[in-house]
């Protein structure tokens, strides 16, 4: 029961960190850009919940409807003002979102100190279902993992189904030759980034609940999120999924051996994905 | 305009490479039925990768995708490069029918039988200088040898 119980909830975190990987992989996906401040972007999602909360007084589910469009406005415009101006060669974007991130977790500290905090989503956090004596399963993971899931297959649906997706794709393949055929490309990447702002933003919202945040918990956030990628494969969000979850079981499983060890255990499972199978599970990608 | 080499959107269908071309909605006589009409063979792989069709094909899709802008005036870039002999003479086959739409159609090309039994008009040009032009029906091929090789 154990060990049941160990595996069930590495999977439901797994989907926290597909979150996490999903908007890191669809920038990279469109445009070549690793965003190394995507990080920070989930921690400044989580501040915009929480003062979205405080001053509406609302519940940390209900403040998305006032965080997912402000950042994916925020996204948008931080692409077309700044972002787009580093695209074109590898080195440039990294630096940028470099300085980006450094910039970020100064700016959280200087308006909002160093104190921890957290969202509180009242009862359901601590609620669950029990399958057996010995088997629960807390209701929150597991409404985050169907999120995820959820916002994978949307993220799906978007790219292959629709023609802003086509176009996504396209700008992917040739950007020139997509410029020639009347797409806008800047305005493309834009919407990229503010769509994975927004995706951010949920993922931003559920770690928040998960644990306290501060100004410089970005980073781990985006080793977690490569890690994601990684493993599942560039380019290829339901790879993207199987990474996150991959990463979280053998958290899990980590944690289980020794309460120090989570950390660890999911860097040790993706140097093995690297070793063994370099390219990722589901690879989509072949630049 | 038809880029030389083709370059279709490799991740993307043969029927979303055309609708990217036509996402404009600039209004014209050219819908995806009229370029399915015109390359009958892409209509029958329409869902398939652009990737997966041959040369020949992939041209075709490059010329439909141009065509879906409904352009006053459409540019093709060395359509016959690295394509069969047989296959270049169908695709320059269904010029005409372009321009009895009211397209006109500069073509850059290589081979010259080609050339002169599509077009109405031709320049010869090297190193940026036109060398001979005139009417196609009244160059004959070797004024256009002796303008290139000077013989």
Not at chain 1, 145 to 151: D, K, M, T
Not at chain 2, 54 to 73: D, E, Y
Not at chain 2, 99 to 127: I, K, P, R
Request: hydrophobic share 55%.
């Amino acid at each position: 029961m154990e060990l049941a119980h160990v595996i069930i909830q590495g999977v439901l975190l797994g989907g926290l960190y597909a979150l996490f990987a999903a908007g890191l992989s669809l920038i990279f996906g469109v445009m070549r850009l690793v965003n190394i401040a995507h990080g920070d972007l989930i921690v400044v999602a989580a501040y915009m919940a929480y003062f979205t909360m405080q001053a509406l007084g609302v519940g940390p589910f209900t403040s998305l409807f006032v965080v997912v469009p402000a950042i994916a406005v925020l996204g948008y415009a931080l692409q077309r003002g700044l972002l787009n101006f580093a695209l074109g060669d590898e080195l440039p974007p990294l630096l940028v979102t470099f300085g980006l991130s450094v910039i970020i977790q100064n700016v959280l500290l200087i308006l909002f100190t160093h104190d921890s905090r957290r969202l509180y989503a009242g009862p359901i956090e601590m609620a669950s279902w029990k399958f057996t004596p010995d088997l629960a399963v807390g209701v929150l993971p597991v409404i985050q993992f169907v999120v995820a899931v959820a916002v994978i297959g949307g993220l799906q649906l978007v790219f292959y189904r629709t023609t802003l997706g086509r176009a996504f794709r396209a700008t992917s393949d040739d950007p020139d030759i997509a410029q020639l055929m009347g797409i806008e490309n800047r305005h493309i990447f834009a919407l990229a980034m503010a769509l994975s702002l927004a995706v951010v933003a949920v993922a931003g919202v559920f770690i928040a609940i998960r644990t306290t945040f501060n100004p410089f918990y970005g980073p781990q956030l985006l080793i977690f999120g490569f890690e994601a990628v990684i493993m599942g494969g560039l380019g290829s969000l339901w790879g993207t999924l199987a990474g996150g979850v991959l990463l979280g079981l053998a958290q899990a499983i980590g944690g289980q051996i020794n309460v120090g060890l989570p950390f660890t255990a999911g860097h040790v499972a993706f140097l093995l994905v690297l070793i063994v199978r370099p390219q990722g599970l589901f690879p989509k990608v072949s630049v | 305009m038809v880029p030389e080499g083709r370059r279709l959107f490799s991740s993307l269908t043969v029927e979303e490479n055309l609708r990217i071309g036509g996402q404009l909605g600039r209004p014209g006589p050219w819908t995806l039925q009229r370029v399915l009409e015109l390359f009958p063979m892409l209509a029958e792989r329409r869902s398939q990768a652009s990737t997966s069709l041959s040369g020949g094909q992939q041209q075709m899709v490059a010329i439909g995708r141009a065509l879906m802008s409904n352009p006053r005036l459409l540019l093709c870039d060395e359509i016959s490069l690295g394509l069969a002999p047989i296959v270049v003479r169908d695709i320059f086959q269904r010029l005409p029918t372009i321009v009895a739409e009211g397209t006109a159609v500069v073509v850059v090309e290589q081979d010259v039988v080609q050339a002169l039994a599509a077009s109405t008009y031709l320049y010869c040009l090297q190193e940026g200088r036109v060398l001979l032009e005139g009417a196609s029906s009244s160059l004959s091929r070797e004024a256009i040898k002796a303008a290139y090789f000077g013989v």
